[in-house]
């Protein structure tokens, strides 16, 4: 067996002292089951403090009503209004609001849309911008929705719940998230300084009245 791994920097013991079972399998090459019981603590216990990290920097969109996650909503209704026009109003016909549409792929982080190689993908840029997942992230959910935008415009209420329930998304790769992670840099670099963006917003039944806030 290889031999205990050194613990990790700067990580508090506590972090460290959770022990786990070692399970037989394996990830890229690597079989878990030679790992040391020591080292599958370490990892694990790290694994949960950047989860926990992740989460901190967004943690009102899971506290009482939710007020992060709308406020992420309407910037993502109001980035579609500049980028997607015709998507926006479509949508608006079909009576189908910004958070039906996108409750779970910020609530989430898009973990049920995407392969767990592309999350990997793109929670690693998301942790590398500053307030990735709160400022970042509504730009990746923008230019995925303009991503699938021929298709939704084509499509009426009930289809259009259903083809989001079930985007043709389980065999994208690496190439398919970068493309969506330029799109969405794309977005930020042209609207994030401008506020303004979000004025002519989402319609008035869609609105979080703690959008402003926070």
């Known amino acids: 067996p290889a031999p205990p791994a050194a613990p990790s920097p700067g990580l508090p013991p506590s972090r460290r002292a959770a022990p786990r079972q070692p399970r037989a399998s394996k990830v890229h ?16 216990a790290d694994t949960y403090w950047c989860l926990s990290k992740i989460l901190d920097s967004i943690h009102d969109h899971y506290t009482h009503t939710q007020p992060g996650l709308r406020r992420a909503t309407n910037r993502v209704a109001g980035l579609l209004r500049r980028v997607d026009a015709d998507l926006a109003e479509h949508l608006d016909d079909e009576s189908l609001p910004m958070l039906q549409i996108c409750f779970r792929w910020i609530n989430c982080l898009l973990t049920r849309e995407l392969p767990l190689t592309a999350i990997i993908r793109l929670w690693d840029t998301c942790i590398s911008e500053p307030s990735g997942f709160e400022r970042f992230f509504p730009y990746v959910c923008a ?19 259903l083809f989001l329930q079930d985007l043709p998304t389980k065999d994208w790769a690496d190439d398919d998230v970068e493309t969506l992670l330029s ?4 977005l930020s670099t042209l609207f ?6 979000l004025a002519n917003g989402p319609p008035q039944h869609d609105l979080d009245p ?3 806030t926070g």
């Open 29 to 44: 090459g690597l079989d878990a089951s030679r790992l040391s019981q020591e080292t599958l603590a370490n990892i694990a």
């Open 143 to 161: 230019a995925f929705l303009c991503h699938f935008s021929e298709t939704l415009r084509h499509l009426q209420a009930e289809d259009l719940h």
């Open 183 to 186: 799109e969405a840099f794309i």
């Open 192 to 197: 994030q300084d401008a506020p303004s963006h």
């Open 210 to 212: 703690l959008a402003g």
